[in-house]
């Protein structure tokens, strides 16, 4: 069983509807961190958070310590979030090592 | 905001040959770079840690001596893939952070093709 599981693995939207991506992992964490990788393979870093919840634009991340989960929500989405998300840990005290979950591909339709 | 540039963005390259890959932090100074690899349809693999001035630290499984990775400044890191194989073929990417509870800023990535 991996560290860190995202579900779903795969998700297909229609725009403007509301998304929903989960992380579960189970080692102790430091900081847990959202990327979201395009489909030329850069990577860009969406959230950072260590506890409770943080807002950016359209999305919002949420992480429970204690049931070692966080959810990665897009408001209003929109084809250009069309990526792969990926969920990753820093179990070695925020020195920035990660663990990666297997990433969760959104397709967001028109 | 905080930028990574990773040379070149994609490489192809003779069975044999080595091929060097530069990390640079452009506008920040990077105390730890890493770099991972990415094979297609799969999730980034950590393969090192590279702190400035000192020898990287490799996971569990990953070749010191065929990728060698170099941190000669705060703002540079390269890794270098020597005597390069087709199975090397892969998606390469670094990441660089300037410190303690820093998020983590990524390169766009290198495409390396063996032949």
């Known amino acids: 069983k991996n560290e860190v599981e995202q579900s779903p693995q795969n998700l297909t939207a229609q725009e403007g509807e509301f998304i929903t991506i989960n992380c579960s992992y189970s080692?102790?964490?430091?900081?847990l961190h959202w990327l979201q990788q395009h489909p030329g393979g850069g990577i860009v870093s969406l959230f950072m958070?260590?506890?409770g919840k943080k807002k950016h634009g359209r999305l919002i991340a949420t992480i429970n310590i204690q049931e070692k989960h966080s959810s990665l929500h897009i408001t209003a989405s929109h084809p250009r979030d069309s990526a792969v998300y990926i969920c990753?840990?820093?179990?070695?005290?925020?020195?920035?090592?990660?663990?990666f979950g297997q990433g969760t591909t959104l397709q967001v339709k028109p | 905001g905080a930028v990574v540039s990773q040379h070149p963005s994609w490489v192809i390259c003779k069975s044999g040959t080595s091929v060097k890959i530069e990390c640079r932090s452009l506008?920040?100074?990077?105390?730890?770079m890493f770099w991972y690899r990415q094979f297609p349809k799969q999730s980034l693999m950590l393969m090192a840690t590279?702190?400035?001035?000192?020898?990287?630290?490799?996971e569990q499984g990953v070749e010191k001596d065929k990728f060698l990775i170099n941190h000669a400044s705060l703002t540079l890191s390269t890794l270098t893939v020597t005597s390069a194989h087709p199975e090397d073929s892969s998606f390469y990417i670094c990441?660089?952070?300037?410190?303690?509870?820093?998020?983590?800023?990524f390169g766009n990535g290198t495409r390396l093709t063996v032949t």
């Open positions: 990441s660089a952070v300037r410190g303690h509870n820093s998020p983590l800023h």
């Open positions: 590279s702190n400035e001035g000192s020898k990287a630290t490799y």
């Open positions: 080692v102790g964490i430091s900081a």
């Open positions: 990753a840990v820093d179990g070695s005290g925020n020195t920035g090592k990660l663990i």
């Open positions: 958070l260590s506890s």
């Open positions: 506008d920040f100074q990077a105390t730890t």
